[in-house]
Nanobody
Framework: QLQASGGGLVQAGGSLRLSCAASGFTLDYHTIGWFRQAPWKGRAGVSCISSSDGSTYYADSVKGRFTISRDNAKNTVYLQMNSLKAEDTAVYYC??????????????????????WGQGTLVTVSS
């Protein structure tokens, strides 16, 4: 089971840190992804981190503003979000894929690659 938390209301330019905690299984051998779904839009990949070498990948829209990291000892993955914009407003989901990494890293932003999903956490950025 995955539990996402840390969402909330923040002003544009502010920061939030989301957490994704796993229970019942270890994240050690999984690639973890963050996705978001804005109102009236489909779910889109934001970032991912592999377990094999800790490599990361970001959607262009968040590159340079968001940072994904993992703490295997805590069985938790984080998404640090800085310089938030109104267009970042969405429900954020974390997911786990039963792969240590992707040969083509861009595939880690695809919904269909993931096996387990947590419930979402709402991020609202006011302009």
């Amino acid at each position: 089971q995955l539990q996402a938390s840390g969402g909330g209301l923040v002003q544009a330019g502010g920061s939030l840190r989301l957490s994704c905690a796993a229970s019942g299984f270890t994240l050690d051998y999984h690639t973890i992804g963050w996705f978001r779904q804005a109102p009236w839009k489909g779910r889109a990949g934001v970032s991912c981190i592999s377990s094999s070498d800790g490599s990361t990948y970001y959607a262009d829209s968040v590159k340079g503003r968001f940072t994904i990291s993992r703490d295997n000892a805590k069985n938790t993955v984080y998404l640090q979000m800085n310089s938030l914009k109104a267009e970042d407003t969405a429900v954020y989901y974390c997911a786990a894929a039963r792969l240590e990494g992707f040969y083509d890293r861009s595939r880690c932003l695809l919904v269909l690659e993931y096996d387990y999903w947590g419930q979402g956490t709402l991020v609202t950025v006011s302009s």
